[in-house]
């Protein structure tokens, strides 16, 4: 399995999210109190440690999944992917930078998973595209079985290329 295909979305994501991240790491150091979250309170650090414990989870979980089964040439439809078609990039976008910058006393960690989340909405359909090429009905029965499709929705391009495949299947 080639390397491009095992990356998937997430070097475009991450090249999307980089200068904001060393942009946001520079003004940090730079004005650490225009970051700051106060301190953080003691509600906060158990918020965070709460959501990083599954957020570090699932993650792993996650890499663990694609590193064993596409270059196996399988479609990842368990675990974490029962959820949402791209738990590695919800989820460090969602459960894993936020609270990591809190528990650094910064918001900056935020910041950059609204960027990556972002970048995973921008950069998943051409990816989900590729996914559909590959599996074909697979990956259409596998995007409707999915729990929380609209934390992540496809582009109406892909749902269109899944549907012309549909109809003109014999």
């Known amino acids: 399995m080639k390397l491009k295909i095992l990356v998937g979305s997430g070097k475009k994501i991450g090249l999307l999210a980089l200068p904001f991240l060393v942009i946001g790491l520079i003004l940090n150091i730079m004005m650490p109190s225009l970051f700051s979250v106060g301190g953080p309170s003691i509600i906060l650090k158990a918020a965070s440690i709460i959501s990083l414990i599954p957020g570090v989870i699932i993650?792993?979980?996650?890499?663990?999944?694609?590193?064993?089964?596409i270059p196996r040439k399988a479609l990842i439809t368990t675990g974490p992917y029962t959820l949402v078609k791209h738990p590695l990039y919800t989820n460090m976008a969602l459960l894993v930078l936020p609270w990591i910058g809190f528990l650094f006393n910064t918001w900056l960690g935020l910041l950059i998973g609204i960027i990556v989340y972002i970048g995973s909405r921008i950069f998943s359909p051409e990816e989900e595209e590729i996914l559909s090429r590959i599996f074909g009905a697979a990956w259409d029965e596998y995007c409707n079985k999915v729990k929380i499709p609209w934390l992540e929705r496809g582009s109406k391009k892909s749902k269109r290329i899944g549907y012309r495949r549909s109809i003109n299947r014999p």
């Open 59 to 69: 993650w792993i979980w996650s890499v663990v999944l694609i590193l064993t089964k």
